[in-house]
T-cell receptor, first 115, second 113 residues
Framework: AQSVAQPEDQVNVAEGNPLTVKCTYSVSGNPYLFWYVQYPNRGLQFLLKYITGDNLVKGSYGFEAEFNKSHTSFHLKKPSALVSDSALYFC?????????????FGAGTRLFVKA | NAGVTQTPKFRVLKTGQSMTLLCAQD?????MYWYRQDPGMGLRLIHY???????AKGEVPDGYNVSRLKKQNFLLGLESAAPSQTSVYFC????????????FGEGSWLTVV
């Protein structure tokens, strides 16, 4: 069965420092991987995705993610964190086993950027 | 550009009351979803639809019903609300023939007392 794990409930980083939010996955076949961000009292917003091609994908707000097939990881990164990046981040994988009808979300990681 | 619109945004219900959450999308997406979000539980899929006139159960369908009479609308009903249904509900849609990126509404905060 497809699954996604976000091992950290919360990540704390100082403004200006690089940040990493971790995600590992388990899928059969080629993974469709996503990152979404949720700001307080808002819906989730698409941040970036990996379908195929370059292992390093770039997304909105300066975020990028590295797909590592051997480690089955898809970590979210940003070279220099901003206070405004503080939010809840979800990693997700599209469940191709059910015909692509469903997306499986991780439990979420809360990012706190301190000024 | 409206995207996915949910109504109402906030609602307080008494146990046993019924209500319907409305969702509309203007992106001509085939697939629509209802999720609930609870602290420490992440997002859980309640029901989904792969096209007009079709619905299917997700992870936590009990106590909910849905209908998709029109492609752009997906309704979530609570027939007899229970305190365990206090949650934030998100409607979403996608066009999976491309890549499955999901577009979410802003959420509906429901409290059952």
């Amino acid at each position: 069965a497809q699954s996604v794990a976000q091992p950290e409930d919360q990540v704390n980083v100082a403004e200006g420092n690089p940040l990493t939010v971790k995600c590992t996955y388990s899928v059969s076949g080629n993974p469709y991987l996503f990152w979404y961000v949720q700001y307080p009292n808002r819906g989730l917003q698409f941040l970036l995705k990996y379908i195929t091609g370059d292992n390093l994908v770039k997304g909105s707000y300066g975020f990028e993610a590295e797909f590592n097939k051997s480690h089955t990881s898809f970590h979210l990164k940003k070279p220099s964190a901003l206070v405004s990046d503080s939010a809840l981040y979800f990693c997700a994988v599209r469940d191709m086993g059910t015909g692509g009808f469903k997306t499986i979300f991780g439990a979420g990681t809360r990012l706190f950027v301190k000024a | 550009n409206a995207g996915v619109t949910q109504t109402p945004k906030f609602r307080v219900l008494k146990t046993g009351q019924s209500m319907t959450l409305l969702c509309a999308q203007d992106m001509n997406h085939e697939y629509m979803y209802w999720y609930r979000q609870d602290p420490g539980m992440g997002l859980r899929l309640i029901h989904y639809s792969v096209g007009e006139g079709t619905t299917a159960k997700g992870e936590v369908p009990d106590g909910y019903n849905v209908s998709r009479l029109k492609k752009q609308n997906f309704l979530l009903g609570l027939e007899s609300a229970a305190p365990s249904q206090t949650s934030v509900y998100f409607c979403a849609s996608s066009y999976p023939r491309v890549d499955g990126t999901i577009y979410f509404g802003e959420g509906s905060w429901l409290t059952v007392v």
